[in-house]
């Protein structure tokens, strides 16, 4: 039986905590629908990270990236973490994908303007009305790069 976004999206947030914390961060969930990260991870010498997460039972993750950050300067979260859950054989399998904000801007780029060279700004314009994703087989590469985040939160400790 497939689980409601609503539930996997929440199983995502908190699945994402309990990876950072297995990795020696403090993470919690943000909650309210005006909040303006999903997860804050913080290392022994208090440098916080803001995480974004995105939840999936299928192949495609919907990121809405251009579409939210137009451009550059306007905040937004130092990391991504796709969290992919499909029923298999033997149960549920669990992936997890972890980027940093420019990776998947040039990722999401390459999928909305392909083979074209584009400026974050021109990507921002042409998608504004679309709505972005991505699928497994554009970040495969980037699976279960926690490093990036435990990396980013101990740095200068």
Known sequence: ????KYHLNLAGEYRVCAELLKRELFATVTYGNK???DIYAIGSNR????IEVKASNSNRFVTSFYQKYKGLDL???????LYSLRSDPDGLAERFFVLAHEELALIQAERNCPNESVTYEQV???CAKGVDNVVIRNVET???CWDKITDYC???G
Not at 75 to 81: A, E, G, L
């Open 75 to 81: 905040p937004h979260p130092d990391f991504w973490v």
């Open 142 to 144: 980037h699976e279960d």
């Open 154 to 156: 101990h740095a200068g």
């Open 47 to 50: 440098r916080a990270a803001v």
């Open 1 to 4: 039986m497939p689980i409601d």
């Open 124 to 126: 921002a314009e042409r």
């Open 35 to 37: 909040k303006g990260a």
